[in-house]
Structure formats: C-alpha cells, structure tokens
C-alpha cells in the first residue's frame, strides 16, 4: 500500500480520538491525543490494519516560562515506510495513563522501560517490576 494513503488510513481511524494532527516529515504522522483516548486509539490502530507497536519512548516536556513540566509518551507504530506516533503528555505531578497491555500484551516491557526511566505509572500494566535499574 502506498504511503501517504496508509498515513491519510490511520488519521481517519484515529480522528474520533485526536485532539490535533501533524505531518513532520514524509512518511510520519503525529496523533495528539489525551490520555484518556490512548487505549481505544490503539485498539483502532490494531484493527485497522498491520500496523505494530515498535516502541514507546518518553520526552521531557519544559518551556519557558512552565513551572511544572510535562513528559510527552510517545507510541510509535509501523507499517512499511509509514510511521505513526500517538503522543500523549502528562504532568511530572500526576505522570499516569492507562496502559494498553490489556489491548496488546507485548506493550508491558516498554512500559516498565518507561516507567523506570520517566516515572510514568501505567494503571492496569501487569507487572511493574524493574527492567534497567536497581530497586536502590
């Protein structure tokens, strides 16, 4: 399937969910969605076609002038050439979301990563235990 027409698949598939839409380059797509959309928007993902997860990865989220800060959890999935992140912030206060293991199980091992890394807590993730660091 071409490209672009796999990009413009995703974005109608994931229109009920996102809060904005944004093509950074060729062959990408960013999906905004809040976090209460991230599990149902990959339950489209995965029904909608071949797409997979290859990754979710963290971003500090600091601009000038922001006291708190957010983290920006990025869920990479790939079909082909195409690549479509849904990205979701959170609060370094309340760094929280849902987890889609229940939708897709092999999802665990990024969110412990995460969760290591960033402090994110997933709700509903099976297991928390720690993959890189020490409990100290």
Not at 86 to 100: N, Q
Not at 102 to 127: K, N, S
Request: charged share 20%; proline share 4%; glycine share 8%.
């Amino acid at each position: 399937m071409e490209t672009q027409t796999t990009l413009q698949e995703a974005q109608t598939v994931l229109a009920p969910w996102a809060a904005r839409v944004n093509e950074p380059e060729k062959n990408r797509l960013d999906v905004y969605l809040t976090a209460e959309g991230i599990v149902d928007a990959v339950k489209a993902m995965l029904a909608s076609g071949s797409w997979h997860l290859s990754a979710i990865t963290g971003l500090d989220v600091v601009q000038q002038g922001d006291v708190d800060g957010k983290i920006e959890v990025l869920y990479h999935f790939c079909m082909g050439a195409s690549i479509v992140t849904l990205r979701v912030e959170v609060m370094y206060g309340e760094p929280t979301l849902p987890s889609i293991c229940g939708v897709m199980p092999a999802a665990t091992l990024y969110e412990r990563e995460l969760g290591e890394m960033f402090g994110v807590i997933f709700d509903g993730t099976p297991t928390r235990d720690r993959l890189l660091l020490s409990d100290d």
